[in-house]
């Protein structure tokens, strides 16, 4: 067996039978019996290419072995093989032709975090978020049937992925329509069942043998014209492998469970795969994985070593250390409003180290509540909780709040119930890319009626924010990106803000900058050159509307500048604003473009919207020509 590493290699592995399996082709050609070498060389180059480039870690090295007995017995790409919680996928990237690209992996034009379909013809789904996996796979299996082809659907799924309701609800209907596909369980030993060992591989592999297969449908058609006979075999047949291999809730859907088998042992895994590959209906095969294998720190610790940075050169500078991350701000925020008000509880979907609310989960066990992926359950317990004087906050990144909206729109909002959001990853969030990106709560949580949303533009307004929407009378967010902020002093009083009331942070003439987040610090540098007006409005609803007409009363411009979509973002409401007020004036919106924006570094992505000092400068200096005022130009003065 191969020895377990404990550092990252710096210099490139040399990997003589993986240059031979840059594709699943060529990967074929490979004997049995090298296989695991290949496994051993391949966890050898993960670990070095993502200690160059940095990404997710652990997931990647604990399906080694299932990724190359996927392609090995699988005709991929024509068989298609989906993933769920798509940083599961380096190895996969590694064995379908993208190896010597892996040192761009999550760069500015480089290979993607995540399978997409863009990318290769072995990405047959593109995915970002988790529990997608089966429904996608249920849609193609459902289309070789229409198409009259043979081609096989595999859908990957970790066992966290499991627990949102999506899941469930694809493996009811892929009974229900009786498809033809396969669905792996990864249960990467963080929680479903321990059972692994000789007697139950041996179970696995005869369980899934096409000899069984036949006897179960011959002793069917036998017993079944001896009904007490054949309910009889049937109940010893389920009851034996629920005790025997923990499957009876999958049978009970209505799939055929193989399993649990060691997801590390690869000549099971592949004779398991050949014997369920050919079986009709939905096959369920759970297999027990180690996340971070073959790396003993990450072994140690999987959830440390989920993702990691990128290795510094050695004797290269340490980085500059700045403030606390807005994440960090909140946590702390979290853990303070919780020894003030006894009613406060915390709910995450499965993001405590993500929002940092380690802290306050040993502070306040029994007010912390982590329900895992489950973002709809999130919100609605939330208002459960609500609806008997509790004050929830549910800590949230910006892209799985998408996944709850309607739940936040009918069981929170239409009830008026006093839930506090609190929406991390804001905005554009670097090299995860569009997928993870918080590009549009603006513009979905503003049209809901009596949703309190603000902005901070730095570390201390967070706080203040998050104090003023816990106090609030009824739903209430609050949204910050990712990452430090400017380095604001923060003050440890419990304060609010004044709701809906913007601040003039410097007077200009002309254009006035009306800005809505964190961006205030590049509009103030901006405005040093162009002497503007820059407005931090800090409330996008309700808006500081007296605020907005005393700036368009005294400037031949406004600029909104938001890390949002333009579109329905609170650019728009100053423009729904001065409509309503029936105020002519140029206004300017900057923000995220009608596109999905790539993954690149932060700074990169925000030069490239126009959302640094430099684009906000570039933008006004642009649109001030093309105004004028009783047929005077501003830049002719």
């Not at 392609?71 to 010597?100: C, M, S």
């Amino acid at each position: 067996m191969p020895k377990t590493l404990h550092e990252i290699p710096r210099e490139r592995p040399l990997t003589p039978l993986l240059d031979n399996a840059s594709t699943p082709d060529q990967l074929r050609l490979i004997g049995e019996d090298q296989l695991p070498e290949l496994a051993h060389q391949l966890r050898e180059y993960l670990l070095y290419s993502v200690g160059q480039t940095g990404g997710h870690f652990g997931a990647g090295l604990g399906v080694v072995e299932l990724t190359i007995a996927l392609h090995y017995v699988f005709n991929t790409p024509e068989d298609r093989l989906v993933w769920d919680v798509g940083h599961q996928a380096y190895p996969h990237k590694i064995l379908t032709g993208r190896r010597e690209q892996m040192s761009t992996l999550r760069q500015k034009d480089g290979l993607a975090a995540f399978p997409r379909r863009s990318e290769s013809a072995y990405d047959t789904f593109g995915v970002g978020h988790s529990s997608t996996s089966i429904s996608a796979a249920l849609g193609m299996a459902i289309a070789a049937r229409l198409q009259g082809s043979s081609r096989k659907s595999i859908a990957v799924i970790g066992d966290g992925a499991l627990t949102a309701g999506m899941a469930f609800e694809a493996l009811n209907h892929a009974s229900d329509v009786n498809a033809d596909m396969l669905v792996v369980l990864n249960d990467n030993d963080m929680s479903i069942s321990r059972n692994v060992g000789g007697l139950s591989n041996y179970l696995a592999k005869l369980l899934s043998s096409s000899t069984y297969a036949h006897l179960r449908e011959n002793s069917k058609k036998v017993l079944s014209r001896l009904p007490h006979a054949w309910e009889l075999a049937r109940k010893t047949e389920e009851h034996a492998k629920g005790m025997l291999l923990s499957g009876t809730l999958f049978e009970e859907l209505g799939w055929n469970y193989i399993g649990p088998i060691d997801g590390h042992d690869l000549p099971t895994l592949i004779a398991t795969l050949r014997n369920m590959r050919d079986l009709k209906g939905p096959q369920f095969l759970h297999i027990v994985t180690k996340k971070g294998k073959g790396f003993a720190p990450a072994e140690a610790d999987p959830i440390g070593y989920h993702a990691i940075t990128k290795l510094e050169k050695p004797n290269s500078a340490p980085k500059a250390q700045g403030g606390p991350k807005y994440s960090n701000v909140f946590g702390q925020w979290l853990c303070d409003m919780a020894a003030a008000d006894e009613r406060l509880v915390g709910i995450t979907p499965a993001m405590k180290e993500g929002s940092d609310l380690i802290a306050f989960s040993e502070q306040y066990p029994e007010r912390y509540f982590d329900v895992a992926i489950a973002e709809q359950h999130a919100v609605t317990l939330a208002a459960g909780l609500a609806c008997e004087g509790a004050k929830p906050v549910v800590a949230i990144y910006s892209t799985f709040l998408q996944r709850a909206y309607d739940q936040l729109v009918h069981d929170v909002a239409v009830q008026d119930l006093d839930v506090l959001f609190a929406i991390d990853r804001a905005g554009l969030v670097g090299e995860d890319g569009p997928t993870h990106a918080g590009s549009f709560d603006l513009s979905y949580l503003r049209c809901i009626p009596g949703m309190l949303l603000m902005t901070p533009s730095d570390e201390n307004e967070l706080r203040q924010m998050l104090t003023t929407g816990h106090h609030y009378q009824g739903p209430a967010a609050v949204r910050y990106p990712r990452g430090t902020g400017p380095g604001t002093p923060i003050s440890q009083a419990l304060d609010s803000l004044p709701i809906g009331k913007g601040e003039v942070r410097r007077q200009g003439s002309d254009v006035a900058i009306l800005v809505f987040g964190v961006q205030l610090a590049d509009a103030l540098q901006a405005a040093e050159n162009l002497n503007a007006t820059v407005a931090n409005m800090r409330f996008v609803k309700p808006l500081d509307e007296a605020l907005v007409r005393e700036l368009a009363s005294q400037h031949r411009l406004l600029v909104t500048v938001e890390e949002n979509s333009i579109m329905g973002g609170a650019g728009s409401a100053v423009s729904e604003c001065l409509a309503a007020a029936g105020i002519s004036i140029p206004v300017l919106h900057l923000g995220l473009p009608d596109y999905y924006v790539e993954h690149a570094k932060p700074a990169q992505m925000l030069a490239e919207c126009g959302l640094d000092a430099q684009g906000i400068q570039r933008a006004i200096e642009q649109r001030l020509p093309m105004i004028t005022v009783n047929g005077v130009s501003p830049l002719s003065k």
